[in-house]
């Protein structure tokens, strides 16, 4: 029965195995490694220059690696330390004093562009435009979309303030601001709207 290896280190790996546990990178088939490659065994991490840091624990990753073979972290998981130099961060900055790259799970686990903006998830956008909040044009202005969001909290707003004097119809101001809020958080999870007010990609 011939033995399988890591296609990226080299380092012997079971065939159910989901990881290597020589480098940590991810092994999609590990059973069509073969025995005798060469390729593979000079790339050793023995041998190897590593290019990454664990953002857990701070210890060097191969480059190619899923998780850290250190702590068992993801590769991308943690926010103490900085992924390019290694050297502790400090919690909430936007940047590693030590190398100047981006942290993009600092700051409380919000990821920065490249112009120093706080990037917004589509995910509590969206559900911000499906609740009931999204009436008042929340998710609009979570987004930094501030002329939509404007007219939606004056519908809503208005619908609700009227109803005690006009009955039921005023309500419609209100329905008819959420119908207009769940087509956008639908947008919004399904891609269409992409982009915050400002021009940043949501995440």
Request: hydrophobic letters at 35%; glycine letters at 14%.
């Amino acid at each position: 029965m011939s033995k399988a290896f890591c296609k990226n280190c080299g380092h012997p790996i079971d065939q159910d195995a989901a990881f290597c546990a020589g480098c940590g990178s991810a092994l999609q088939n590990p059973q069509n490694s073969t025995q005798g490659n060469n390729n593979n065994m000079q790339s050793h991490p023995q041998n190897q220059i590593f290019s990454s840091f664990c953002k857990n624990c701070g210890q060097a990753m191969d480059p190619n690696a899923a998780i850290c073979m250190s702590c068992g972290f993801a590769k991308d998981a943690g926010n103490k330390y900085c992924s390019n130099c290694g050297k502790e961060t400090v919690t909430g900055a936007a940047i590693c004093l030590n190398c100047g790259v981006l942290l993009q799970n600092a700051n409380g686990g919000k990821k920065i562009n490249s112009a120093g903006s706080t990037q917004k998830s589509k995910n509590t956008a969206g559900l911000l435009g499906v609740l009931p909040t999204g009436a008042y044009g929340a998710h609009n202005f979570y987004l930094s979309r501030f002329t939509p969001a404007i007219i939606q909290a004056v519908l809503g707003g208005i619908g609700l303030l009227l109803i005690c004097c006009t009955g039921g119809f005023s309500f419609l101001l209100t329905f008819g601001s959420y119908v207009w809020a769940i087509i956008e958080g639908i947008m919004i999870f399904t891609g269409a709207i992409n982009k915050d007010g400002k021009g940043n990609p949501l995440i």
